[in-house]
């Protein structure tokens, strides 16, 4: 079945920084893989999301890019914020296209 | 548009006993997904319902079983708690295929 690795496992940036954070997947069936942001006792919240059709989507300070050939896909957030600061899990739909297979979740802070 | 509701928001139970989590999906989604979140671990797929019929299921025990109703509300059912099933239970409304939006979860402690 799927695997989604993820890395790093925590991130330091200072405000103003951009943060990059990566995802490889094994399974090349896969075709859509969205990015979540979790506070501390919050659910987790779509931020951005891409399909195989596509090689990049941005949305503001925040972009993801795939590359389907390595099985990678990476968040990019730049100009970095405070309350940015939260776990983002990679997740990638399975090929039956019902569950989401989610990494380990990378701990993104942000000092001022 | 009203978000996904989940119901209660916390709960402790003790080994042996069952339990059931409640979830209302966002308003028009058709498909319920329920995830196990351990601590400080990615959510975990249990299973997903779509018109009231099991559409796929993750590596859980039959002891985990669900519901859904006709308005697209789902239930989790969880028989014979072990230590190891506390963690946040998130159910997660969609369209197949779609963007899935999670809701606030519950949390289980089983003593």
């Known amino acids: 079945g799927e695997n989604v690795e993820q890395h790093p496992s925590t991130l330091s940036v200072q405000e103003g920084d951009s943060a990059v954070i990566k995802c490889t997947y094994s399974d090349s069936a896969s075709n859509y893989f969205p990015w979540y942001k979790q506070e501390l006792g919050k659910r987790p919240q779509l931020i951005i999301d891409?399909?195989?059709?596509?090689g990049e989507k941005k949305d503001q300070r925040i972009a993801v890019t795939l590359n389907k050939t390595a099985k990678h896909f990476s968040l990019h957030i730049t100009e970095t914020q405070p309350e940015d600061s939260a776990v983002y899990f990679c997740a990638a739909l399975d090929q039956a296209g019902t569950a989401l297979i989610f990494g380990k979740g990378t701990t993104l802070s942000v000092s001022s | 548009e009203t978000g996904v509701t989940q119901s209660p928001t916390h709960l402790i139970k003790t080994r042996g006993q069952q339990v059931t989590l409640r979830c209302s999906s966002q308003?028009?989604?058709?498909?319920v997904s329920w995830y196990q979140q351990a601590l400080g671990q990615g959510p975990q797929f249990i299973f997903q319902y779509y018109r009231e019929e099991e559409n796929g299921r993750g590596n859980f025990p039959p002891r985990f079983s669900g519901l859904q109703f006709p308005n697209y509300s789902s239930e989790l059912n969880v028989n014979a708690l072990e230590l190891d099933d506390s963690a946040l239970y998130l159910c997660?409304?969609?369209?197949?295929?779609?963007?899935?939006?999670f809701g606030p979860g519950t949390r289980l402690l089983v003593l």
């Open positions: 997660a409304s969609s369209f197949p295929m779609e963007p899935q939006y």
């Open positions: 308003s028009g989604h058709n498909t």
């Open positions: 891409i399909r195989s059709n596509v």
